[in-house]
């Protein structure tokens, strides 16, 4: 914040005056007509080309504007009406703000000590009214008076602001505005407290996805930015095989894709997104993951939800993908064994081939410890530039500029069920999806120009 | 009149052996026969009580002699700490006396398990149905009998296909005259739990066991067959629902503790606190019930949250109803006494 300017003293006054009323007892500035506090004035009078030439010491009245506001400089200490009243704590161009000020000055203080009148005598009443029956209480004439002493400067200053809130039903509605908040928030923990909630089979937590949903909203939104290609691909409705590359250590990116489903379905299509078993196996990310609809990556688990016409995501590298190090990022791991080829033979799902580019830099992992995992009963020890030495900031992903390609589906119902059984063809398939999805990745990070930036 | 059909049961003087054996007598042309080595605290009405040990060779003579149609087993020691006498009684004698039941002639063997066979591991899928494994590799006693009983059992069920061998296995039991290791984790004063983790658990209410099993007894079924209830809670909404507080524990000191706290005798009581092991309360081991459903042909009752509900009134109403309680003991003892004269008298209904 910039300094105010030193100024000369002048002999001559601040043409302002306080509420219309109250000459302003500041020395002007010099070269103008009006004091630090008044300079808005200075400026709406003069309209182009009055400024005085000495005014290019000055800093421009507008531009060191009202932000100045906290650090008055003493001059001005001997008048608090004056510093506050005049620079405007609202936006000059809150049309409201603005109105209220102007009425304000127009209709002059009469006005609006009748109001005041009006409202203090309102409050008065409403007292005697709702205080209980024997309490000793001033008459409203008295209360009146006590009111007026107390508040009448106060009311003076936020006319507009404050005196709404001496309203008594303005009052009374806040009230009951913050009883129903307080009433329907408690209601709801204590549904949660007393176990009132209910689970799907798969451990799915409806309420949990409405707490977390705008949380990953933002992240998804603000923080990663996702870009969405090809959302024509997602099936708004039965069963569909979403399969995709893996990365970034926890998988955030699992999150996203059902987030990026959820967005982009005009039906806010629920996703379920099948986990490696190492997940479970961590405390926290267990629940989470459970919560918000993930399967344990198993045959039977896929079969099951694609059965009942859901839309299922694999992640078919696995472990291998989000253990990665960060000089094989975008390098496709194997896909597994061609489990999830099968379990789309069976079911006779739609294969939907998805590229998520970004997900790899959250976590840029440089090494990895195999005797402490091993100790510690992890897949891999991820070290990365803030893991562990940083604690809790270690935790904290980075803001990679992330894009979420959906494919052409492939249909495999050609083949059959019974072509589960056969390695050939379940091989064949593995191939073009792996093949297809590292050719979008690779595609996108030929256009991609920044990792943060996009 | 109408040949009798002859049923017994073992371990009737345990929870599991009355309840069955009660509902058993409900069921009309039906003859109980009730087995276990010391005699029921309470009387059941119209009980045919033998008292003998399961490994009692003898038995085979009394199947034989009483022409024993159907044998529900339910003599079971459940215990955490492994003890040569438990494990006798539970894995010996579950086998000395399913020979004896074939040897005997025995048609349908009922024997309760549990899905905690299963494992709970986290690769398991959500519905494990019975064509899995038996692969719980337990510390704790009870389960660790159960899996040699279950593997014991799949090599008895191919040895003798004409024998119908029906293997309950039931998720959490709760209800108010239940004592399962769930039931016992919920009746602490404070739930412990493992940090960040929520797993999802299947219940199934006592009186529906027990009508699981009366059931398979009336349609003669065989085969594994796991039983729960529908719908699943997790261990947090589980305690909730109980009012009980959870004592959230990092689960690295759990596992390293508790096998420690099991060598000595002082510290072996802490082993109370943990009456599921820390890994079924960390990984999911639910239970399809396809089978049930559509082999057994049985819906039970409740659903879990139901069951629990239950479970939890009437932990709620205990301490008030102690006393009436007694009273009401009394008054089952005199109905006893009216029936067994009844049935005395020679000009009875059975003439």
Known sequence: ?454 | MTPQRVIAVTGVSGRWGRAVAEALLAQPALHVLGIDARPPQRRINGLDFIKADIRNPLLVDLLRAEQVDTVVHLAWRERQQRREADFESNVLGTMQFLGACVEAGVEQIVLRSSTAVYGARPENPVYLDESFPVAARSSYASVRDMVEVERFLAEFAAEFPELRLAVLRFANVVGADADSPFTRLLRLPVIPSLLGFDPLLQLIDFEDAVRALVHTVLTRAGGVVNVAADEVVSLCQAAGMAGKPVLPILHLAVYWTLPAAGMTPVTRRARRYWPLEPDYLRYPWTAGTERMRADLGFEPMWTARQALQRFVEAQRIAPYTASSEKQAFADDDLDVIIEDRRRSQPTGQEG
């Not at chain 1, 302002?16 to 103008?32: D, E, F, L, V």
């Not at chain 1, 309490?135 to 003076?156: K, V």
């Not at chain 1, 209601?187 to 409405?210: I, K, P």
């Not at chain 1, 990026?260 to 405390?283: D, H, I, K, Q």
Request: some cysteine.
């Open chain 1, 1 to 454: 914040m910039e300094d105010i300017p030193v100024m000369e003293r002048s002999a001559l006054r601040c043409a302002a005056r306080i509420n219309n009323t109250i000459p302003c007892p500041n020395t002007a500035m010099a070269g103008s007509a009006y004091c630090w506090a008044h300079r808005n004035l200075q400026v709406a009078e003069a309209d182009d080309d009055l400024l005085p030439v000495d005014d290019l010491t000055t800093p421009p009245p507008l531009a060191s504007g009202d932000n100045n506001d906290d650090e008055t400089p003493d001059l001005f200490v001997d008048d608090r009406l004056a510093s506050t009243e005049a620079p405007s704590p609202l936006p000059e161009d809150d049309a409201i703000a603005v109105n209220d000020r102007m009425a304000g000055r127009v209709d002059g203080s009469s006005a609006q000590s009748d109001r005041m009148a009006q409202e203090f005598a309102r409050f008065a009443r409403t007292a005697q009214l709702l205080a209980p029956a024997g309490t000793p209480l001033p008459s409203p004439e008295e209360m009146e008076r006590i009111l007026r002493r107390l508040l009448g400067p106060l009311y003076d200053r936020f006319s507009g602001g404050l005196g709404d809130y001496l309203n008594p039903d303005v009052v009374k509605g806040l009230f009951l505005v913050s009883a129903y908040l307080l009433r329907s928030q408690t209601a709801s923990m204590r549904r949660r407290m007393v176990g009132d909630y209910e689970l799907d089979d798969f451990g799915r937590d409806a309420a949990f996805l409405g707490v977390v949903m705008p949380l990953a909203q933002a992240l998804y939104d603000s923080y990663w930015r996702v870009e969405v290609i090809g959302a024509q691909n997602i099936p708004d409705s039965g069963r569909g095989l979403l399969v995709s590359n893996h990365s970034g250590v926890l998988p955030f990116d699992g999150a996203m894709l059902g987030l990026a489903v959820y967005n982009e379905t005009p039906s806010n299509r629920l996703m379920r997104g099948l986990v490696a078993s190492w997940f479970p196996t961590l405390p926290f990310v267990s629940i989470f993951l459970q919560k918000i609809g993930g399967a344990q990556a198993s045959p039977h688990n896929a079969e099951l939800l694609l059965e009942r016409d859901e839309l299922v995501a694999v992640f078919p590298e696995g472990i291998k993908g989000v253990g990665k190090l960060y000089r094989d990022r975008y390098q496709l791991q194997r896909f597994g064994r061609g489990g999830f080829i099968r379990v789309a033979l069976r079911t006779g799902a739609p294969i939907i081939p998805v590229a998520v580019t970004g997900a790899e830099e959250i976590y840029p992992m440089i090494a990895q410890l195999a005797p402490l995992a091993h100790l510690l009963g992890m897949p891999f020890f991820p070290i990365t530039p803030l893991f562990p030495w940083t604690g809790p900031l270690g935790f904290l992903p980075l803001p990679s500029k992330w894009w979420i390609e959906f494919g052409e589906p492939i249909d495999v119902e050609q083949y059959g069920p019974r072509a589960a059984a056969n390695p050939a063809i379940v091989a064949r398939l593995t191939e073009q999806v792996r093949s297809t999805v590292q050719q979008m990745l690779l595609k996108r990070l030929a256009q991609r120009r920044s990792v943060f930036l996009g």
